[in-house]
């Protein structure tokens, strides 16, 4: 039985889908299909290879910034983590799938990496599984397989595979067949992708790879060995903290940042063995909002909903509410998209425009393209309900058993109080739980920390005060995960 290693890709910052995917809560992240984020469904698909395969525990490349999102995300979908290899910059997905084959070497074994972007949706999961079987088969006799997807319209978006049947086919009993990669085009216009439709044997490139660990090194050491060596010096230079590993802060710096495809995939046809699975199984990238209007179930007049929504006289267009009642009126081909801070419209054709906006908020040094106004934590969440002159009020909850860091604030003072659950307050040498309805006030300069010694979730209000009320006014003293000062 063939030993594989599941290798999750979970970069990205999905910037065409603001306002819903931001840096601190990128789309990956995001239940735009379902009740599983994409990120639980490409685990949960990984993980059924098991019954088939010899499955290693899932190896997670992810950003430092979002290790504890990912490991929350698979506790909730009862999934278990082998190792998250944590970027602290991002480099594309070469460094990222080097880091993962050094990783999966290190059991003395040479696995098969099945290796899979994080932020796709996938409607049929036999046939997913069964392409990736036989795909499985190839790379454990050496060979480089990628994952193509049939087209069904001239798409301008993708790169393109094309491939023909091998001289040899190779085939699962006449299901699917193994094709062999003549050559990787660039994404075409929109005549040239029609006329690929037509004629027949080009893909789409889906950014799927299944191939063994020294497989790929051997091929980063033949087309970038500046890569390799790079990544190998910050690897080894590196520490663990139990699952989480991080290679060297300064070290990966230098990285060139370049993609999986550029770096290697392309330069293969014709001097490594490479070939491709078609894969016809309900892919979408979900890349930008008119993807996601494509995916999902529509009324009679095409429209797509998720929330509070209501329309009258509207066709072809999607509406996302998340936090209050959105209604349409006598609208066509619209994206509208509603957070509790931020609210797009866009037409339906425009929607790949999307990140003009987010490069203008970044521009102007605006929090929206970053962080929702509920921010997720390691230990639960808060949610910053409102803010003026000197005063922010948020909503914090804490997880059962967990606990903020120990810690003081130079410029704000924080009045606390209990709605549900139970609070252990530690301000100053003082030690107190408090109950529903029971309050404290943590004076300018204290050092504190709120903890939920109970077994249900701790909500609090929090009133802050002061000259300066930003995240980054946080002395740490203490901290169980690890983080220094936010």
């Known amino acids: 039985m063939i030993n594989i290693v599941p290798v999750i890709l979970c970069g990205g910052s999905g910037t065409r889908l603001w306002p819903l995917s931001r840096a601190g809560f990128p789309k990956q992240f995001l239940c735009l299909t379902g009740n599983n984020s994409l990120f639980q469904q490409a685990a949960q698909r990984l993980s059924g290879l098991g019954q088939t395969h010899r499955l290693s525990p899932l190896l997670l490349v992810c950003n430092e910034e979002h290790r504890f999102l990912a490991a929350e995300q698979l506790r909730e979908a009862g999934l278990a983590l082998g190792a998250a290899l944590l970027e602290p910059i991002g480099r594309n997905t070469a460094p990222a799938l080097t880091l993962a084959a050094l990783s999966a070497l290190q059991s003395g074994q040479d696995p098969v990496m099945v290796v899979t972007p994080a932020d796709q949706a996938i409607t049929d999961d036999h046939s997913f599984t069964e392409a990736i079987g036989l795909a499985v088969a190839r790379a454990a006799q050496d060979e480089i397989v990628i994952l193509g997807i049939t087209p069904d319209r001239p798409e301008t978006g993708y790169g393109y595979i094309h491939a023909v049947p091998a001289q040899t086919p190779h085939s699962d009993g006449g299901q699917q067949s193994v094709l062999q990669v003549q050559r990787f085009v660039e994404k075409p216009d929109a005549e040239t992708a029609q006329s690929y439709l ?12 299944v191939l063994k660990a020294s497989v790929w090194l051997k091929a980063l050491t033949q087309f970038r060995p500046d890569i390799l060596r790079a990544t190998e010096e910050a690897w080894e230079q590196g520490s663990a903290d139990g ?14 940042a370049e993609s999986i495809d550029y770096a290697v995939i392309e330069h293969c046809p014709g001097t490594v063995p490479i070939s491709m699975v078609p894969l016809n199984a309900g892919w979408s990238d979900l890349g930008a909002w008119d993807a996601v209007w494509n995916v999902l179930p529509k009324d009679e007049n095409g429209n797509a909903y998720a929330g509070d929504v209501l329309t009258a006289n509207s066709r072809n267009t999607l509406v996302h509410a998340s936090s209050r009642l959105v209604g349409v009126v006598g609208v066509d081909d619209l994206i509208v998209v509603e957070t509790p801070d931020a609210v797009l419209v866009a037409h339906r054709n425009q929607s790949q425009q999307v990140k003009n ?56 003072a924080e009045h606390w109080v209990v ?8 301000c ?37 005060s002061g000259s300066y009320l930003g995240e980054d006014d946080i002395v740490r003293l203490e901290d169980d995960y690890g983080r220094g000062k936010e």
Do not use: C
Not at 198 to 209: H, P, Q, R, S
Not at 243 to 256: E, G, S, Y
Not at 398 to 406: D, G, I, M, Q, T
């Open 428 to 464: 100053g040498e003082q030690i107190v739980l408090l109950t529903e309805n029971q309050s404290t006030y943590i004076p300018l300069g204290e050092v504190h920390r709120l903890a939920n010694p109970g077994n249900i979730p701790l909500e609090i209000i929090e009133v802050q």
């Open 243 to 256: 699952a989480f590993v991080r290679p060297h802060k300064d070290l990966f710096d230098t990285i060139p």
């Open 198 to 209: 037509e004629k027949g044997g080009y893909y789409w490139n889906a950014g799927m790879f």
């Open 419 to 426: 709605v549900s659950g139970t609070a252990e307050i530690t």
């Open 357 to 412: 906006i987010v490069n203008q908020l970044d521009a102007q040094g605006r929090e929206e393209h970053t962080l929702h106004r509920k921010v997720h934590r390691p230990w639960g969440w808060y949610d910053s309900v409102d803010e003026g002159g000197r005063f922010k009020v948020k909503r914090i909850q804490v997880n059962p058993k967990a606990s903020l860091s120990l810690q003081k604030h130079h410029h704000r």
